[in-house]
């Protein structure tokens, strides 16, 4: 059953069935492209101030900086943008190679397919209608009359969020971290490798591939399926 997990984590509603877990990161995983970034060419016209933005962007995705940071000092540009516009930049997000056809046969072979994600709901959401993901969770951004404060909130603002949460899912469907494949690209999804059997690097940064029992240096999703 597909589903939104929140702060309590309603995971009795997940397929008991499935004996096996494939947790994706979003950005430049699924996605094809970094979500904050893609919104920010869209709303912010000076170049400069994009490149500075996207150097906070790599640097947190190399550990150089805390995860925390580089969201909120980015986030805070959407001040005062309406949901509405945010929707319509999120539509155009396209997926990499493979997602689609590597999540369906994920699950045929008994894989629950879950995204987690330190970016915005309103972009992460599409990842069941389009791909098939089971589940997902990412933090949300502060709406106060009508339009974006700036601020983003949740439960994965943190390097060592992702898998806290993943450790939570395991013990409430009773999965073990030998069932368990993971894919990322950044330092954020480092927490997760520590319970994870199967860890894999896709076009991933050094940090985390010095930590991959798995690297994938093309942007084909289905090259996962290798791996299991």
Known sequence: MAQALGRTGKYQTLSKTCHKLAIFDYDS???NGESINRVLEQILTDKKQQQALDEIRAKGMRGEVSLQSSLSQ????????????LEQICQQFNWNRGAKQAIAELKKH???????????RIATR??????GIDAYAANTLEINKGIFTGIIKGDLLHHDSKGKLLKKI???LGIAPENTLVVGD???DLSLFDYAHTRIAFCAEEILQSRATHIIKHKNLLEVLRCI
């Open 186 to 188: 950044g330092a954020n």
């Open 110 to 120: 008994g894989y629950l397919t879950i995204c987690l994600s330190a970016s915005f």
């Open 170 to 172: 395991q013990k409430e």
């Open 29 to 31: 995983t699924l996605m």
């Open 126 to 131: 599409r990842v069941m209608t389009d791909l």
């Open 74 to 85: 980015r986030i805070a540009f959407f001040r005062g943008l309406n949901p509405q516009r």
